[in-house]
């Protein structure tokens, strides 16, 4: 398993249109795909786990990803997380 975490810097935090655009990432991959936040854990690969969720500016959010393109998922999501100034890498 592989983990990430980061830390929700968009004014709006993770809002339909990107939540949207990063579930249907998530599910082009096989691996399970799992996005923690507020002492929660949701199916990133859910669009009503993710905006049930409610993620604001500030929040910390974790994503796992576990599966036999787990590596390759993270990296995707991370890279869309960043280029669409979702948010940032946290400091451990």
């Known amino acids: 398993m592989l983990k990430k975490s980061f830390l929700v810097t968009s004014e709006y935090g993770i809002h339909a249109r990107p939540a949207t655009r990063l579930v249907n990432l998530a599910m082009s ?4 795909i799992d996005l923690s936040a507020m002492g929660k854990t949701i199916n990133l690969k859910s669009i009503m786990g993710l ?3 409610g993620v604001y500016k500030g929040e910390r959010v974790t994503i796992s990803c576990e599966g036999r393109d787990e590596a390759e998922a993270l990296e995707k999501i991370t890279d869309f ?3 669409e100034s979702i ?5 451990e």
Not at 29 to 32: A, C, G, K, L, R
Not at 87 to 91: T, V, Y
């Open 29 to 32: 991959f096989e691996s399970e």
């Open 51 to 53: 905006m049930s969720l």
């Open 81 to 83: 997380i960043m280029a």
């Open 87 to 91: 948010g940032r890498l946290a400091d």
